[in-house]
T-cell receptor, first 115, second 113 residues
Framework: DVKVTQSSRYLVKRTGEKVFLECVQD?????MFWYRQDPGLGLRLIYF???????EKGDIPEGYSVSREKKERFSLILESASTNQTSMYLC??????????????FGPGTRLTVL | EDQVTQSPEALRLQEGESSSLNCSYT??????LFWYRQDPGKGPEFLFT???AGEEKEKERLKATLTKKESFLHITAPKPEDSATYLC??????????????FGKGTTLSVSS
């Protein structure tokens, strides 16, 4: 079974702090994704990565950056946390984009609260 | 603009009362349509992938179908444990180089005994 893990289930940070959210997958997937999920807005794509050291902006990248130094790990960074970044953050992975019809597998999510 | 719309937003059923959830989409070049189940406070769990109009897939009490404009998730004789939010997503050629998914906002299903 594919397993996607996220470093924290719940996180509370203060405004202005630098925040790191970690995601690890164990299936050698090339593609990895970060979403945020908010009531009434659904899942929105923040950033994704085709492979190691590659990154692409999603629909709402402002205020975020990412890092992919190893194939299995994809990190989301909030450079200076703000209250409007309070949300549920979901990481997902899937095989190489050449296999165009593969589903994404999600981690359990990190509920981030910024005070 | 690529778009995915789910209806209804919420659905309340009695145990055993069958019904359907709708996912309508407007995308350029559909590559696949995906259904996920999400329990409160958890990540989405993959259910089905549909690739072309006319395709159907089944899993226990769930059956997913696809036409050129929409997909239905039919729930037959639901049980309380089927209560969850059901998410529909599409993979489109014109969105993020055909790699990422566009999600609908979900239908929250509540089944009472």
């Amino acid at each position: 079974d594919v397993k996607v893990t996220q470093s924290s289930r719940y996180l509370v940070k203060r405004t202005g702090e630098k925040v790191f959210l970690e995601c690890v997958q164990d299936m050698d997937h090339e593609n990895m994704f970060w979403y945020r999920q908010d009531p009434g807005l659904g899942l929105r794509l923040i950033y994704f990565s085709y492979d190691v050291k590659m990154k692409e902006k999603g629909d709402i990248p402002e205020g975020y950056s990412v890092s992919r130094e190893k194939k299995e790990r994809f990190s989301l960074i909030l450079e200076s946390a703000s209250t409007n970044q309070t949300s549920m953050y979901l990481c997902a992975s899937r095989p190489d984009r050449r296999f165009t019809y593969n589903e994404q597998f999600f981690g359990p999510g990190t509920r981030l609260t910024v005070l | 603009e690529d778009q995915v719309t789910q209806s209804p937003e919420a659905l309340r059923l009695q145990e055993g009362e069958s019904s359907s959830l709708n996912c309508s989409y407007t995308v350029s070049g559909l590559r696949g349509l995906f259904w996920y189940r999400q329990d409160p406070g958890k990540g989405p769990e993959f259910l089905f992938t549909l690739y072309s109009a006319g395709e159907e897939k089944e899993k226990e009490r769930l059956k997913a179908t696809l036409t050129k404009k929409e997909s239905f998730l039919h729930i037959t004789a639901p049980k309380p444990e089927d209560s969850a939010t059901y998410l529909c997503a599409v993979q489109a050629e014109g969105y993020q180089a055909g790699t990422a998914l566009i999600f609908g906002k979900g239908t929250t299903l509540s089944v009472s005994s």
